[in-house]
Structures are given as C-alpha cells and as structure tokens.
C-alpha cells in the first residue's frame, strides 16, 4: 500500500475551530459584529500593537496598507526579489517605482548592507517605502533597518504574512510595529493560522489605522450626527474588504492554538535539520529560536547531482511527497522585465537561491516519520 500524499502545507482545522465557526453562524449578524471586533484585538495584543484591522485577504491588507500610507506616483518602493507579487503590485498600481536589493541565502531575506548601499548612491524623490519580508518565517532584523540614515520620508511597511509569532533578533514580536509603521499578515490556509482567505494590519498609528478602516469600508468615513444619523461620507473610491463573522471566529480559535503550533513546527525543522545534515544548503539555525517558521526550503545544487530541479520534484511526487518553489524572482516576471531587464546580474545571491530552492513539507500535524519519510526519498538522489 503506497503512503498518503504529504502536500508542501496544509491547513490545520480543530473541533475548536469548528465549533466556533458554528457559533458565530447562529449570530444574529454574521459580518461586521462582535467576532471581528474581538479577533482584531486579540491580535493587536498577541502582537503588542495598539491597532490591528482585519481584510478579506493579505493582498487586501497590503493594498490598503499602501494606500494608508498614500504611496503614489512620486514615491519608490523597495523590497525583496524573494516574494509574492502581493507585496509590491498594490504599491506599483499606486505609481510607485519599484526597487530591489539582493537577498541573503543564509536566510532568504533582503540584506540590511544592501539597503546601506543602495542609500549611498539613489536620489531622493518623493516618500521612500521600506517593504521588508519575513521570508519562511524568519524575520529580517527590522530593529536595526528603522536605525539606518534612511531619507525623512521613510515608511516602513512589514510584509510579515509568512511571520505571525516570530520574533526579531531583540526579541520584540514581529508586529508589534515599534520599529515600523505598519506589518501585514495573512491567513491564508498555508500560514500559521488561518480564516480561509484574510489577512490583518496591525500599526501604532491611529491615523493609518483611521485610513485601514476607511479603505476597507469602500471609502467611507461616518460622522457622528444625531440630527441625520443615516448620513455616510463617501471620500475615496476604494472597495469592500471586510472580513465576515464567520472568519473572524476561525481566526480567534486558532489564535488561541497559535504558540502551540510554532513550537510543533520548530520541533518539525529540527528534525529537518538532523536527518539532512550538511547534505543540502539550509537557512542559519540562529534564526530557530525566534522563527515561527511557514516554509522549510532546501537549496540543493541540482547540475551537481545530475538531475533537473522538475525531475526530483517528480520523483518525490511519485512517492506521494509534495514540493513547492518560493520563489521566482519578482524581476522574473513579465510585469516587471521593463523595470529591471538590464539589472539582473546585480542579484546574485538571489539567482543561486532561486536555481536551487526546493519547499519540502512542513504543517503540524506532520510527524517525525513524516520527516523521516520525505528525507530519505530526497537523500537518495543526493
């Protein structure tokens, strides 16, 4: 009998879970009530953030996190290769430049000294917006990128979708936005919880958190008037993002579970890291303790062992082991050619990751022969 198909993630679903979505559905209201209101300061406060404002989705968060921060067309935006679209497209459709630094293989992450350098030699134009990822889980150290000389007009936006409970190398939660302007999460099934699609900004900021609301609510801001209570300000042309009452309960019960799944998933890459030993390139073990890890990446040097990255995907697909990439390089894509066609030497780091990363399963209710199973089948082509 063959073993059960072990995907690259999956989402964990209790009978908590379940009975809180249950709840909420015999509410007499089921968007927009009590249970959005709670899971938002719930996690306000497992973060150590004043505000969190919940959307429909992480690229929904990120959209409105930008626009909070009125990103336009006189601004530029730097980030990371090594990510989704979501965290600089929203940013690009407001007319911001986009701008790339390399990353670390040791993390994933973009490097703080090429910031330090790119700092050297750019002209000011317009706001500077800082989009650091937490690639995996492991958070860049956010603390010492605030400390940079960066330009007056600086806004750093956290992409921490991959990093709900990691910590920075002080030890602050990623989140909390003491050395930030505003961090995004995401709950998408993949992450470390999830609410079936949505996502959440968390800021210290009451005006940005003013703009989140405003941006989710199609625009709209509300006075107080009790001689025309009906009355509704349309301000902006933006959209409906709200998260449901059905997805906030999901989001307040598996908050609760939270910790306990971090820890499982540390325990998971332990285990990676025993069985493969130096028999792949593996992010630094220093990140371990602080990291609520989303992705276990192997960076394997596929010409070496004579086989194609697809042909050793295929091979562990036909023992019912699932793999992904994260990522292609943003410069990769269409999109984008016509903003960097001319730059992509100047990621090198960035181009031997993406030519050997491989994301082996990693979910909590995986189980060390679950690990034991999928490294063996790697370690035999190794």
């Not at 968060?61 to 980030?79: G, P």
């Not at 350098?117 to 010492?144: N, S, W």
């Not at 390139?281 to 086989?307: C, M, N, R, W």
Request: glycine share 6%; net charge negative.
């Amino acid at each position: 009998m063959s073993e059960p198909f072990l995907p690259y993630t999956k989402q964990s679903i209790t009978e908590d879970d379940i009975a809180s979505v249950t709840r909420a559905l015999d509410q007499e209201w089921i968007t927009r009530g009590p249970e959005v209101e709670a899971f938002e300061e719930e996690l306000a406060k497992y973060c150590g953030a004043e505000h969190a404002i919940t959307f429909n989705s992480g690229s929904s968060a990120l959209h409105a996190a930008y626009w909070a921060a009125d990103v336009n067309s006189a601004d530029r935006i730097l980030t990371t290769p090594n990510t989704y679209i979501a965290t600089v497209g929203p940013a690009v459709q407001l007319g911001a430049q986009p701008l790339m630094v390399d990353i670390d293989r040791d993390s994933g992450n973009l490097k703080l000294s090429e910031i330090e350098t790119y700092l050297d030699y750019q002209p000011t134009r317009g706001k500077l917006i800082i989009a650091p990822v937490h690639f995996a889980g492991i958070a860049v150290d956010v603390p010492t990128l605030a400390k940079l000389p960066l330009p007056m007009e600086t806004v750093i936006i956290e992409d921490a979708a991959h990093a709900l409970g990691s910590h920075y190398p002080n030890g602050e939660k990623v989140g909390s936005c003491h050395w930030s302007d505003m961090a995004v999460f995401s709950f998408h099934p993949a992450k470390q919880i999830t609410t079936g699609e949505g996502g959440a900004v968390t800021t210290n900021n009451s005006t940005y958190a003013a703009r989140l609301r405003q941006f989710r609510n199609n625009g709209i801001v509300k006075k107080e008037n009790p001689q025309a209570p009906w009355l509704y300000s349309v301000e902006a042309l933006t959209g409906n993002y709200h998260l449901t009452e059905l997805q906030a309960a999901l989001g307040r019960s598996q908050l609760k579970q939270l910790d306990g799944w971090i820890a499982k998933r540390r325990d998971l890459v332990a285990h990676y890291r025993n069985k493969l030993g130096s028999q792949a390139h593996l992010f630094s073990a220093a990140h371990d303790p602080l990291t609520a890890y989303h992705l276990f990446v192997v960076q394997i040097d596929f010409e070496k062992i004579g086989k194609t990255r697809a042909e050793v995907m295929q091979h562990l697909k036909n023992v019912n082991i699932g793999t992904q990439v994260h990522y292609i390089p943003l410069y990769e894509h269409p999109i984008f050619i016509q903003h960097f066609a001319d730059q992509r030497e100047l990621f090198e780091e960035m181009n031997t990751y993406y030519a050997q990363a491989l994301s082996l399963p990693l979910f909590p209710a995986m189980t060390t022969q679950d690990i034991d199973r999928v490294c063996q089948a790697l370690l035999s082509l190794l």
